[in-house]
């Protein structure tokens, strides 16, 4: 067990986005299905929580940019500054889009086309924020989702206002097909895997990684087509099925994200103003954590042997500070010798 290689590469942005979007799908099933009472302004806590995150990130680190203009110098302080604040924008309109849509559960009183206007501007403005992204290696998830989504935000306003009476199915033609190319995505990760798998040239690292890959995009994937059948043949009252039980697909997916987190990287340094990797930041503010992190633990055959035959050495885990520069006995005991000989003239 490595602490620092748990979460050497974890991204806190993504775990708390994916933990609060599978709050608030259970906490918005349940209400619909009736097992709870509260108000939308309730079941809605998690997305609050989650901006609120943003909203505070992104305040300390301004502050931070502006009272310490020397930490600007620090390497691509620019571009993750820049980015921060893009993303603090989208995600304000897509607090305003939130805002609106709980009124609209509460009160009944806008019409649906009205409420989506800021998640389709915001699927507009996320086609040059993913342009800028690629251009400067940034990682784009959000805005990548709503700019190839923009058609099926519209077809969703329109069917919620009864301007169009097609079925759900067709309705959901845009995410068909998106979902059909995501499936094609997850096929080609798949034999990709298995022919490295079978390369003997390989090393098992890459074959590890593209291994999880595959399965991390099958268990993404697969139960989002599951949940998308499910909901569309609820809402055409095709199924007679509880809303908790149409979106329990979600959660592996969620569960799926929230595991793929700590493997993510590309975190922004400037939220909170910590700039530096979230690693670093949390042994930095925990100091007592840089003796676990340090320290790994192995478990030697020979050592559990004896400890179950009786003899001595009861201990069953042996220490390594650096397991990975262990040096053998029988290397300390070869000759070194020069590789060319000079002779030396008289």
Request: hydrophobic content about 50%; overall charge neutral.
């Amino acid at each position: 067990m490595n602490l620092q290689t748990l979460f050497q590469d974890f991204n806190p942005s993504k775990f708390l986005v994916h933990v609060c979007l599978m709050v608030f799908t259970a906490l918005f099933a349940l209400q619909l299905d009736g097992t709870v009472q509260w108000s939308y302004w309730t079941v809605f806590i998690p997305i609050w929580f989650w901006k609120f995150m943003v909203i505070t990130g992104a305040t300390v680190g301004s502050y931070v940019w502006w009272r310490y203009p020397h930490f600007r110098l620090e390497g691509e302080a620019y571009v993750h500054y820049k980015a921060m604040l893009i993303s603090l924008a989208l995600h304000l309109i897509l607090l305003m889009f939130e805002l609106l849509v709980c009124d609209k559960l509460e009160s009944g009183r806008h019409l649906w086309i009205l409420v989506f206007i800021p998640l389709i501007f915001i699927s507009i403005v996320s086609i040059a924020v993913c342009i800028w992204a690629v251009k400067h290696d940034r990682s784009f998830e959000l805005e990548l989702f709503c700019s190839v989504n923009i058609l099926q935000f519209i077809f969703l306003a329109l069917r919620l206002d009864g301007f169009i009476l097609w079925s759900w199915e067709v309705v959901f033609v845009p995410l068909w097909i998106l979902m059909c190319l995501s499936l094609v995505g997850v096929l080609y990760t798949i034999i990709f895997a298995g022919i490295l798998l079978r390369a003997p040239e390989v090393n098992p690292q890459q074959r590890r990684t593209s291994f999880n890959s595959a399965l991390g995009y099958t268990f993404l994937v697969i139960p989002i087509l599951i949940f998308q059948v499910l909901l569309a043949n609820k809402l055409d009252e095709d199924i007679q099925l509880s809303y908790i039980s149409v979106v329990s697909p979600l959660f592996f997916s969620y569960i799926t994200l929230i595991l793929m987190s700590f493997g993510a990287k590309g975190g922004n340094r400037w939220w909170f103003g910590i700039r530096k990797d979230f690693c670093h930041f949390l042994l930095g503010l925990c100091p007592f954590l840089q003796e676990y992190a340090n320290i790994a633990y192995s478990l030697q055959a020979e050592e559990t042997f004896q400890a179950h035959s009786g003899q001595q050495g009861t201990s069953d885990t042996v220490i390594d500070t650096k397991p990975e520069k262990r040096i053998k006995k029988t290397e300390l005991m070869k000759p070194v010798v020069p590789i060319i000989s000079i002779d030396m003239p008289d």
